[in-house]
Nanobody, 116 residues
């Protein structure tokens, strides 16, 4: 049974930091590229960050570049999203996503709220 379980979301003040984790099981994690998406209320889901299967290449949305860092630990079957200098506009549900060719899996999401 494939599972992607996100954790680490919560309420944080503007300028603060959070670290999201996504624990994977039920598939060969190291063979999959991983992404973080987010969806704010009333908006479309958007790609935030991407990391290749071996972790050698990362890419980011312009809106988070320089503030967010995606990483992965293939020994722990986990992908991370380090978020710094958070802004109110970063408020959204954050989703973990695994992809390999035509195979893909989604996590259930974790809420991040940036507010004073």
């Amino acid at each position: 049974q494939v599972q992607l379980v996100e954790s680490g979301g919560g309420l944080v003040q503007p300028g603060g930091s959070l670290r999201l984790s996504c624990a994977a099981s039920g598939f060969t994690f190291r063979n999959y590229a991983m992404r973080w998406y987010r969806q704010a209320p009333g908006k479309e889901r958007e790609l935030v960050a991407h990391i290749t299967s071996a972790g050698g290449i990362t890419s980011y949305a312009d809106s988070v570049k320089g503030r967010f860092t995606i990483s992965r630990d293939n020994a722990k079957n986990t992908v991370y999203l380090e978020m710094n200098s958070l802004k109110p506009e970063d408020t959204a549900v954050y989703y973990c996503y695994a992809v390999r060719g035509l195979l893909d899996y989604w996590g259930q999401g974790t809420q991040v709220t940036v507010s004073s």
